[in-house]
């Protein structure tokens, strides 16, 4: 809290950990993720809040509802799945399910229609079939996500998967990885396109010289990792939100201009 007021103005605060949504259990015993939000959106210094790495075990029916009434907070999550199959999952000691996960999707659009979820997955975990494979790029399809990033696994000394016996190719995980992204991209690029014609509100982080444009981020992209919101307009300062008419877009990015642009 202490850390956030010192900030000074902020458009923007993204709240990142590990796992996000188990704030409070080392240091207080219980889960107080709620209620941290709660606070940070009662300070006036505070614009909006951006929420990164929560885990979909700990997304409570109480979170959810926060994210729906709080204005402050983007409808934008980060949950990292790591993968899509149940036997592999278990492997990685993980505790969600192909199901629990769609079913999780599923609540989250019921309550804010406008929800862009961002997820990571991890391709070539040891003894990861190719029909495992083929059904994470079924999963993709099904669950429409806004934007995922994909890992080939990585083994790594003093982890039980390095011990662990049937380990995939280099070859067949960077082919996975390859074929995880084109999927992905069709899905981003559909979305995106689902926004020409219409007004979006952008952050202006600054100007692009290549594209001789400013540049910017709607509600749905997360600085580094998402794409972006190129536009026209006679003039935008950074920190400060426009209203965009969205012209044309891409599998990563948009483009537009502010309605009163005048070329």
């Known amino acids: 809290m202490q850390e956030a007021e010192e900030l000074g ?37 505070v614009r909006k809040i951006r929420l990164l790495y929560c885990y979909p075990d700990v997304i409570s029916d109480e979170l959810i509802e926060e994210i729906a009434s709080n204005d402050k907070i983007l409808k934008y999550i980060d949950i990292p799945m790591q993968h899509t199959e149940d036997r592999v999952l278990k492997l990685m000691n993980r505790k969600g399910t192909r199901e629990a996960y769609l079913a999780l999707l599923k609540k989250l ?3 804010i229609p406008d929800m862009a979820i961002r997820s990571t997955f991890i391709s070539g975990f040891p003894t990861e079939t190719e029909a495992e494979f083929e059904e994470m790029c079924r999963f993709l399809q099904e669950a429409k996500l806004h934007n995922c990033g994909f890992f080939a696994y990585s083994k790594e000394p003093d982890t039980g998967a390095y011990r662990m016996k049937g380990h995939i ?8 990885v390859k074929a ?8 981003s690029c559909e979305i995106l396109k689902g926004y020409v014609g219409k007004v979006v509100e952008v952050l202006c982080d600054g100007i692009d010289y290549e594209k001789s444009c400013f540049v910017g981020r709607a509600y749905f992209n997360a600085p580094d990792i998402d794409g972006k919101v190129y536009f026209n307009a006679n003039e935008a300062m950074q920190g400060e939100t426009y209203k965009v008419l969205i012209q044309s877009g891409d599998a990563y990015d948009l483009y537009g ?3 009163d642009y005048t070329e």
Not at 9 to 38: C, H, M, P, W
Not at 169 to 176: D, L, N
Request: glycine share 4%; aromatic share 6%; hydrophobic share 30%.
């Open 257 to 259: 201009k502010t309605e």
């Open 9 to 45: 103005d902020i458009s923007e605060l993204i709240i990142v950990a590990q796992d996000t949504t188990r704030y409070g259990e080392d240091l207080y015993g219980k889960n107080r993720f709620v209620e941290l939000l709660q606070k940070i959106s009662a300070l006036e210094n």
């Open 180 to 187: 995880l992204y084109e999927t992905q991209q069709r899905i």
């Open 109 to 111: 659009r019921a309550r």
């Open 169 to 176: 190719h280099h070859a067949t995980k960077k082919r996975r």
